[in-house]
Protein backbone atom coordinates (compact mmCIF):
# COMPACT_ATOMS: atom_id res chain seq x y z
CA UNK A 1 0.00 0.00 0.00
CA UNK A 2 1.50 3.22 -0.73
CA UNK A 3 -0.67 6.46 1.58
CA UNK A 4 -1.19 9.35 0.34
CA UNK A 5 -3.77 10.68 2.14
CA UNK A 6 -2.33 12.16 4.75
CA UNK A 7 -4.29 15.84 4.36
CA UNK A 8 -6.99 13.87 5.68
CA UNK A 9 -5.53 11.62 8.18
CA UNK A 10 -2.20 10.74 8.83
CA UNK A 11 -2.67 6.93 9.17
CA UNK A 12 1.29 6.30 9.22
CA UNK A 13 2.72 7.63 12.48
CA UNK A 14 5.22 7.34 15.23
CA UNK A 15 5.20 3.80 17.24
CA UNK A 16 5.30 6.03 19.82
CA UNK A 17 2.26 7.22 19.39
CA UNK A 18 0.12 4.13 19.78
CA UNK A 19 2.48 3.35 22.36
CA UNK A 20 1.33 6.24 24.76
CA UNK A 21 -2.24 5.85 24.18
CA UNK A 22 -2.10 1.90 25.68
CA UNK A 23 -0.45 3.39 28.25
CA UNK A 24 -2.75 6.43 29.31
CA UNK A 25 -5.56 4.02 28.98
CA UNK A 26 -4.47 1.40 31.45
CA UNK A 27 -3.14 4.03 33.88
CA UNK A 28 -4.72 7.94 33.75
CA UNK A 29 -8.03 9.06 34.93
CA UNK A 30 -9.24 12.35 34.34
CA UNK A 31 -7.34 15.72 35.29
CA UNK A 32 -8.45 17.85 37.84
CA UNK A 33 -10.87 15.04 39.19
CA UNK A 34 -8.79 13.87 42.31
CA UNK A 35 -5.22 13.77 43.65
CA UNK A 36 -4.70 10.26 43.08
CA UNK A 37 -1.89 9.10 41.11
CA UNK A 38 -3.82 8.09 37.99
CA UNK A 39 -5.56 11.77 38.00
CA UNK A 40 -1.92 12.91 38.87
CA UNK A 41 -0.34 11.20 35.76
CA UNK A 42 -3.14 12.51 33.23
CA UNK A 43 -3.06 15.87 34.64
CA UNK A 44 0.91 15.83 33.84
CA UNK A 45 0.25 14.36 30.36
CA UNK A 46 -2.18 17.03 29.89
CA UNK A 47 0.14 19.91 30.55
CA UNK A 48 3.25 18.54 28.91
CA UNK A 49 1.46 17.99 25.91
CA UNK A 50 0.51 21.63 25.85
CA UNK A 51 3.76 22.50 26.90
CA UNK A 52 5.30 20.45 23.81
CA UNK A 53 2.68 22.45 21.46
CA UNK A 54 3.60 25.45 23.05
CA UNK A 55 7.06 25.56 22.41
CA UNK A 56 6.34 23.88 18.60
CA UNK A 57 4.67 27.33 17.98
CA UNK A 58 6.71 29.77 19.50
CA UNK A 59 3.42 30.52 21.48
CA UNK A 60 4.13 31.76 25.22
CA UNK A 61 0.56 30.59 26.97
CA UNK A 62 0.48 27.04 27.56
CA UNK A 63 -2.36 27.51 29.46
CA UNK A 64 -4.34 29.19 26.56
CA UNK A 65 -3.17 25.93 24.45
CA UNK A 66 -7.46 24.26 24.45
CA UNK A 67 -7.54 20.94 23.65
CA UNK A 68 -10.93 20.54 21.14
CA UNK A 69 -12.09 17.05 18.83
CA UNK A 70 -10.50 18.60 16.12
CA UNK A 71 -10.16 20.88 13.72
CA UNK A 72 -13.60 21.95 12.77
CA UNK A 73 -14.67 22.18 16.98
CA UNK A 74 -11.52 24.53 17.04
CA UNK A 75 -12.77 26.41 14.37
CA UNK A 76 -16.67 26.87 15.67
CA UNK A 77 -14.91 27.83 19.00
CA UNK A 78 -12.89 30.75 17.63
CA UNK A 79 -15.65 31.61 14.85
CA UNK A 80 -18.06 31.41 17.70
CA UNK A 81 -16.33 34.29 19.78
CA UNK A 82 -15.91 36.31 17.25
CA UNK A 83 -18.99 36.57 14.41
CA UNK A 84 -22.09 37.93 15.00
CA UNK A 85 -25.42 37.86 12.59
CA UNK A 86 -24.98 40.23 9.69
CA UNK A 87 -21.29 40.75 10.79
CA UNK A 88 -18.87 40.80 7.39
CA UNK A 89 -16.63 38.21 7.61
CA UNK A 90 -13.61 38.22 5.37
CA UNK A 91 -12.32 34.88 4.18
CA UNK A 92 -9.86 33.57 1.32
CA UNK A 93 -10.68 31.56 -2.05
CA UNK A 94 -9.70 28.38 -0.43
CA UNK A 95 -11.52 27.67 2.59
CA UNK A 96 -12.50 24.57 3.86
CA UNK A 97 -16.69 23.63 4.47
CA UNK A 98 -15.58 23.64 8.40
CA UNK A 99 -14.92 27.62 8.21
CA UNK A 100 -17.83 28.45 5.52
CA UNK A 101 -20.12 26.25 6.99
CA UNK A 102 -19.35 27.53 10.39
CA UNK A 103 -19.81 31.15 9.27
CA UNK A 104 -23.20 30.28 7.46
CA UNK A 105 -24.94 28.83 10.75
CA UNK A 106 -23.76 32.05 12.89
CA UNK A 107 -25.72 34.33 9.75
CA UNK A 108 -22.51 35.87 8.81
CA UNK A 109 -22.17 37.65 5.39
CA UNK A 110 -19.17 36.02 3.51
CA UNK A 111 -16.82 38.41 1.71
CA UNK A 112 -14.72 36.08 -0.52
CA UNK A 113 -11.48 37.61 -1.45
CA UNK A 114 -10.51 36.10 -5.26
CA UNK A 115 -7.73 35.02 -6.66
CA UNK A 116 -6.09 32.77 -9.37
CA UNK A 117 -4.17 29.29 -8.03
CA UNK A 118 -0.58 29.80 -6.35
CA UNK A 119 -0.93 33.79 -6.50
CA UNK A 120 -0.14 34.90 -3.62
CA UNK A 121 0.10 38.63 -4.40
CA UNK A 122 -3.20 38.57 -5.72
CA UNK A 123 -4.74 37.12 -2.61
CA UNK A 124 -2.89 39.60 -0.71
CA UNK A 125 -4.40 42.38 -2.59
CA UNK A 126 -7.94 41.15 -2.34
CA UNK A 127 -7.26 40.81 1.47
CA UNK A 128 -6.20 44.65 1.43
CA UNK A 129 -8.99 45.66 -0.41
CA UNK A 130 -11.83 44.22 1.76
CA UNK A 131 -10.59 44.02 5.64
CA UNK A 132 -11.17 47.89 6.01
CA UNK A 133 -15.07 47.51 8.54
CA UNK A 134 -14.71 43.85 8.64
CA UNK A 135 -15.98 42.01 11.97
CA UNK A 136 -13.28 39.11 11.25
CA UNK A 137 -10.78 37.57 8.76
CA UNK A 138 -10.41 33.76 8.19
CA UNK A 139 -8.01 32.14 6.31
CA UNK A 140 -6.84 29.22 6.00
CA UNK A 141 -2.42 28.72 5.93
CA UNK A 142 -2.40 25.77 3.14
CA UNK A 143 -5.59 25.02 1.16
CA UNK A 144 -6.21 21.57 1.44
CA UNK A 145 -6.90 20.42 -1.99
CA UNK A 146 -4.13 22.07 -3.95
CA UNK A 147 -1.32 22.96 -1.37
CA UNK A 148 -1.53 26.78 -2.37
CA UNK A 149 0.52 28.25 0.91
CA UNK A 150 -1.46 31.85 1.48
CA UNK A 151 0.78 34.59 3.02
CA UNK A 152 -0.92 34.79 6.12
CA UNK A 153 1.64 36.62 8.12
CA UNK A 154 1.40 39.43 5.61
CA UNK A 155 -2.58 39.23 5.98
CA UNK A 156 -2.25 39.05 9.77
CA UNK A 157 -0.35 42.60 9.61
CA UNK A 158 -3.14 44.17 7.47
CA UNK A 159 -5.62 42.88 9.88
CA UNK A 160 -3.70 44.59 12.91
CA UNK A 161 -3.75 47.54 10.92
CA UNK A 162 -7.30 47.48 10.18
CA UNK A 163 -8.28 46.81 13.60
CA UNK A 164 -9.71 43.31 12.62
CA UNK A 165 -9.68 40.21 14.62
CA UNK A 166 -7.30 36.98 12.68
CA UNK A 167 -8.28 32.66 12.92
CA UNK A 168 -5.72 31.35 11.23
CA UNK A 169 -6.73 27.61 9.73
CA UNK A 170 -3.91 25.83 9.94
CA UNK A 171 -5.23 22.20 9.49
CA UNK A 172 -2.86 21.53 6.62
CA UNK A 173 -0.15 23.40 7.83
CA UNK A 174 0.88 22.57 11.90
CA UNK A 175 3.44 20.05 11.98
CA UNK A 176 4.02 20.33 8.01
CA UNK A 177 5.45 23.89 8.07
CA UNK A 178 6.90 26.12 10.27
CA UNK A 179 4.74 27.66 12.23
CA UNK A 180 5.04 31.48 14.69
CA UNK A 181 2.39 32.08 16.50
CA UNK A 182 4.31 35.50 18.11
CA UNK A 183 5.30 36.58 15.24
CA UNK A 184 1.95 36.02 13.31
CA UNK A 185 -0.07 37.58 16.25
CA UNK A 186 -3.62 35.79 15.36
CA UNK A 187 -6.07 35.83 17.75
CA UNK A 188 -7.03 32.24 17.09
CA UNK A 189 -4.93 29.53 15.52
CA UNK A 190 -7.18 26.24 14.99
CA UNK A 191 -5.54 22.46 14.15
CA UNK A 192 -6.30 18.75 14.54
CA UNK A 193 -4.18 16.97 16.11
CA UNK A 194 -4.03 13.67 13.27
CA UNK A 195 -2.67 15.13 10.39
CA UNK A 196 0.49 17.44 10.30
CA UNK A 197 0.86 16.80 14.67
CA UNK A 198 0.77 12.80 13.39
CA UNK A 199 -1.05 12.42 16.56
CA UNK A 200 -4.65 10.28 16.88
CA UNK A 201 -8.13 11.19 15.39
CA UNK A 202 -10.01 12.87 17.62
CA UNK A 203 -7.82 15.29 18.86
CA UNK A 204 -7.67 18.91 18.25
CA UNK A 205 -5.91 22.51 19.18
CA UNK A 206 -6.90 25.84 19.50
CA UNK A 207 -4.26 28.46 20.25
CA UNK A 208 -6.25 31.22 22.07
CA UNK A 209 -4.95 35.26 22.42
CA UNK A 210 -8.21 36.81 22.61
CA UNK A 211 -11.70 36.62 24.59
CA UNK A 212 -13.12 33.31 24.54
CA UNK A 213 -16.78 31.78 24.19
CA UNK A 214 -17.44 28.19 25.34
CA UNK A 215 -19.24 26.06 22.60
CA UNK A 216 -19.42 23.33 25.02
CA UNK A 217 -21.04 23.67 28.87
CA UNK A 218 -20.02 21.40 32.12
CA UNK A 219 -17.74 19.73 34.71
CA UNK A 220 -14.64 21.09 34.76
CA UNK A 221 -12.98 20.21 37.93
CA UNK A 222 -12.70 23.68 39.27
CA UNK A 223 -14.69 26.50 40.33
CA UNK A 224 -17.78 23.45 40.86
CA UNK A 225 -19.94 25.73 42.94
CA UNK A 226 -20.48 28.09 39.86
CA UNK A 227 -23.16 27.69 37.03
CA UNK A 228 -20.96 29.45 34.90
CA UNK A 229 -18.39 28.41 33.26
CA UNK A 230 -14.42 29.15 34.52
CA UNK A 231 -13.25 32.75 33.28
CA UNK A 232 -9.68 31.26 33.15
CA UNK A 233 -8.35 28.72 30.36
CA UNK A 234 -7.43 25.86 29.62
CA UNK A 235 -11.00 25.14 31.85
CA UNK A 236 -13.64 27.69 30.42
CA UNK A 237 -13.16 25.82 26.72
CA UNK A 238 -12.90 22.01 28.39
CA UNK A 239 -16.07 20.73 29.71
CA UNK A 240 -16.46 17.35 30.15
CA UNK A 241 -14.26 14.28 30.36
CA UNK A 242 -10.70 15.16 28.25
CA UNK A 243 -9.66 12.27 25.87
CA UNK A 244 -6.67 11.63 27.88
CA UNK A 245 -5.80 8.50 25.20
CA UNK A 246 -5.57 10.93 22.37
CA UNK A 247 -3.89 13.51 24.46
CA UNK A 248 -1.18 11.34 25.35
CA UNK A 249 -1.00 10.20 21.76
CA UNK A 250 -1.06 13.54 20.62
CA UNK A 251 2.03 14.84 22.64
CA UNK A 252 3.80 11.53 21.60
CA UNK A 253 3.20 12.95 18.12
CA UNK A 254 4.40 16.86 18.39
CA UNK A 255 7.35 15.38 20.15
CA UNK A 256 8.31 13.40 17.16
CA UNK A 257 7.54 16.40 14.97
CA UNK A 258 9.68 18.57 17.33
CA UNK A 259 13.23 16.41 16.85
CA UNK A 260 12.93 15.99 13.24
CA UNK A 261 11.45 20.17 12.70
CA UNK A 262 8.58 21.22 10.79
CA UNK A 263 11.17 23.37 8.40
CA UNK A 264 13.03 19.93 7.96
CA UNK A 265 9.79 18.24 7.28
CA UNK A 266 8.41 20.74 4.63
CA UNK A 267 11.98 20.87 2.90
CA UNK A 268 11.55 16.80 2.43
CA UNK A 269 7.93 17.34 1.48
CA UNK A 270 7.98 19.47 -1.11
CA UNK A 271 10.72 17.80 -2.43
CA UNK A 272 9.26 14.44 -3.14
CA UNK A 273 6.21 15.86 -3.95
CA UNK A 274 7.48 18.51 -6.83
CA UNK A 275 9.57 14.71 -8.28
CA UNK A 276 6.41 13.54 -8.17
CA UNK A 277 4.48 15.73 -9.65
CA UNK A 278 7.29 16.37 -12.79
CA UNK A 279 6.77 12.84 -13.48
CA UNK A 280 2.62 13.00 -13.73
CA UNK A 281 3.21 15.65 -16.38
CA UNK A 282 4.70 13.36 -18.28
CA UNK A 283 1.08 11.17 -18.45
CA UNK A 284 -0.84 11.92 -21.47
CA UNK A 285 -4.39 14.32 -20.21
CA UNK A 286 -3.20 14.34 -17.21
CA UNK A 287 -3.29 18.05 -15.49
CA UNK A 288 -1.07 18.73 -12.49
CA UNK A 289 -1.45 21.71 -10.34
CA UNK A 290 2.08 22.52 -9.34
CA UNK A 291 3.46 26.11 -8.14
CA UNK A 292 5.89 27.62 -10.44
CA UNK A 293 7.94 28.35 -7.17
CA UNK A 294 8.50 25.83 -4.07
CA UNK A 295 7.40 28.27 -1.69
CA UNK A 296 3.45 29.07 -2.32
CA UNK A 297 3.27 25.14 -2.24
CA UNK A 298 3.02 22.59 0.53
CA UNK A 299 2.97 18.52 0.40
CA UNK A 300 0.03 18.75 -1.10
CA UNK A 301 -0.89 18.00 -5.02
CA UNK A 302 -4.20 17.81 -6.86
CA UNK A 303 -4.40 16.13 -10.46
CA UNK A 304 -7.30 15.59 -12.30
CA UNK A 305 -7.93 13.70 -16.31
CA UNK A 306 -9.03 15.20 -19.07
CA UNK A 307 -11.31 12.18 -19.98
CA UNK A 308 -11.39 9.78 -16.67
CA UNK A 309 -13.48 11.05 -13.89
CA UNK A 310 -11.53 11.79 -10.41
CA UNK A 311 -13.98 9.53 -8.21
CA UNK A 312 -13.23 7.34 -10.69
CA UNK A 313 -9.65 7.38 -11.01
CA UNK A 314 -9.38 8.09 -7.14
CA UNK A 315 -11.31 4.22 -6.75
CA UNK A 316 -8.80 3.04 -9.52
CA UNK A 317 -5.78 3.85 -7.69
CA UNK A 318 -7.31 2.32 -4.42
CA UNK A 319 -8.05 -0.97 -6.28
CA UNK A 320 -4.01 -0.58 -7.48
CA UNK A 321 -3.18 -0.16 -3.56
CA UNK A 322 -2.83 3.99 -3.54
CA UNK A 323 -4.26 5.69 -1.28
CA UNK A 324 -5.66 9.15 -2.64
CA UNK A 325 -9.05 11.61 -1.81
CA UNK A 326 -10.48 12.50 -5.19
CA UNK A 327 -13.36 14.78 -5.46
CA UNK A 328 -14.51 18.52 -3.89
CA UNK A 329 -12.15 17.73 -0.89
CA UNK A 330 -14.96 19.40 1.40
CA UNK A 331 -13.93 22.70 -0.19
CA UNK A 332 -15.98 23.68 -3.10
CA UNK A 333 -15.15 27.08 -2.27
CA UNK A 334 -11.36 25.94 -3.34
CA UNK A 335 -12.79 24.35 -6.27
CA UNK A 336 -14.46 27.14 -7.73
CA UNK A 337 -11.42 29.31 -7.03
CA UNK A 338 -9.33 27.25 -9.20
CA UNK A 339 -12.22 26.03 -11.90
CA UNK A 340 -12.44 22.72 -10.96
CA UNK A 341 -15.75 22.86 -8.99
CA UNK A 342 -17.68 20.52 -11.94
CA UNK A 343 -14.72 17.96 -12.00
CA UNK A 344 -12.88 17.62 -8.64
CA UNK A 345 -9.70 16.56 -8.34
CA UNK A 346 -7.45 13.30 -7.43
CA UNK A 347 -5.24 14.64 -4.25
CA UNK A 348 -2.12 13.21 -3.72
CA UNK A 349 -0.82 14.14 -0.30
CA UNK A 350 2.64 13.44 2.03
CA UNK A 351 3.55 12.76 5.03
CA UNK A 352 6.96 12.22 6.94
CA UNK A 353 6.99 8.37 6.36
CA UNK A 354 6.59 8.45 2.54
CA UNK A 355 9.69 7.35 1.02
CA UNK A 356 11.22 8.27 -2.37
CA UNK A 357 10.84 4.44 -3.48
CA UNK A 358 6.90 4.39 -3.10
CA UNK A 359 6.48 7.35 -4.93
CA UNK A 360 8.92 6.42 -7.94
CA UNK A 361 5.82 3.92 -8.32
CA UNK A 362 3.11 5.87 -8.73
CA UNK A 363 3.18 7.55 -12.44
CA UNK A 364 3.27 3.76 -13.52
CA UNK A 365 0.36 3.24 -11.13
CA UNK A 366 -1.47 6.13 -12.14
CA UNK A 367 -0.68 5.35 -15.71
CA UNK A 368 -2.83 1.89 -14.75
CA UNK A 369 -5.54 3.63 -13.02
CA UNK A 370 -6.17 6.07 -15.93
CA UNK A 371 -6.77 2.92 -18.11
CA UNK A 372 -8.89 1.23 -15.77
CA UNK A 373 -11.33 4.07 -14.97
CA UNK A 374 -11.95 4.50 -18.97
CA UNK A 375 -12.55 0.99 -19.37
CA UNK A 376 -15.04 1.34 -16.83
CA UNK A 377 -16.35 4.56 -18.09
Known amino acids: MIYLDSAATTLQKPRAVAEAMSTATGTMASPGRGGHRPARLAAETAWACREAIARLFNFDRPEN ?70 ECCVCTHVSNVFGFVLPVYEIAAL ?13 QSAGALPLDAAGLGADFIAMPGHKGLLGPQGTGVLL ?40 AGLLAGVNYVNRLGPAN ?15 LKKLPGLEVFLSDGEEAQAGVLSVRHERAGSEELGEALGRLGVCVRAGLHCAPLAHESAGTIETGTVRLSLSPFNSPAELRRVPGLMRRAISGALAGA
Open 65 to 134: VAFTMNATHALNIALGSLVTPGGRVVVSGWEHNAVVRALHALGAELDVVPGALFDSDAALEGFRERLRGA
Open 159 to 171: CREYGVPFVLDAS
Open 265 to 279: IARRERALMRALALE
Open 208 to 247: CSAPVRPLLFGGTGSESRSRAMPAFLPDRLEAGTHNIPGI
